[in-house]
């Protein structure tokens, strides 16, 4: 059974940082892209960052290029999600994702639960 | 930038069909995606590649594709397709993944 279990949500500061993981299950790692997918309260589903099943490729969202960075550890089954210079506008659950297909690019099979980021003094 | 269109909301009655749409600024046109999220819960993919359905989901759900529009059917509703629907697609000259803004199913 494939399970995505994100972890590192909570209350950050404007202009500080917050590191989410989500931890892997149930299939084969490194054979799979990952994203990470968001939605502030109320609104609608939001890609953020996505990185290719050998973390050679990443993507960033206009919204986040240059404050976040995705890497994934294969060894360990993980994706992270390093947020910096956090915005007020950044408030939202996180979402981590897996593709449907393996070594492609393409839509999201699987999801977290999300986990919720807070971003305010 | 790429943009996917939604109607913000579709209404139907038990039984009858819903169609939800979703419309691309331009060509070349990805395939198109569904997810189906409920109040509180993940997104759930309804629907994949304009009309690839994934184990485990009804067959009262459909996919079809014209032109720039690709179109979620759910033919026969129950209440308990109340939910928010969202288009999902890539921009050939940008990002792999694009959501539309959603839409919100009623079931009256």
């Known amino acids: 059974e494939v399970q995505l279990l994100e972890s590192g949500g909570g209350l950050g500061q404007p202009g500080g940082s917050l590191r989410l993981s989500c931890a892997a299950s149930g299939f084969p790692f490194s054979s799979y892209a990952m994203s990470w997918v968001r939605q502030a309260p109320g609104k609608g589903l939001e890609w953020v960052s996505g990185i290719v099943s050998s973390g050679g490729t990443t993507y960033y969202a206009d919204s986040v290029k240059g404050r976040f960075t995705i890497s994934r550890d294969n060894s360990k089954n993980t994706v992270s999600l390093q947020m910096n210079s956090l915005r007020a506008e950044d408030t939202a659950v996180y979402y981590c994702a897996k593709v449907i297909t393996s070594g492609q690019l393409g839509p999201f099979h699987y999801w977290g639960q999300g986990t919720l980021v807070t971003v305010s003094s | 930038s790429y943009e996917l269109t939604q109607p913000p909301s579709v209404s139907v009655s038990p039984g009858q069909t819903a169609r939800i749409t979703c419309s691309a600024d331009?060509?070349?046109?990805?395939?198109a995606h569904w997810y189906q999220q409920k109040p509180g819960q993940a997104p759930v993919m309804v629907m994949y590649k304009d009309s690839e359905r994934p184990s485990g989901i009804p067959e009262r759900f459909s996919g079809s594709s014209s032109g720039t529009t690709v179109t979620l059917t759910i033919t026969g509703v129950q209440a308990e397709d109340e939910a928010d629907y969202y288009c999902q697609s890539a921009d050939s000259g940008g990002s792999p993944w694009v959501f539309g803004g959603g839409t919100k199913l009623t079931v009256l």
């Open positions: 331009g060509l070349p046109k990805q395939y």
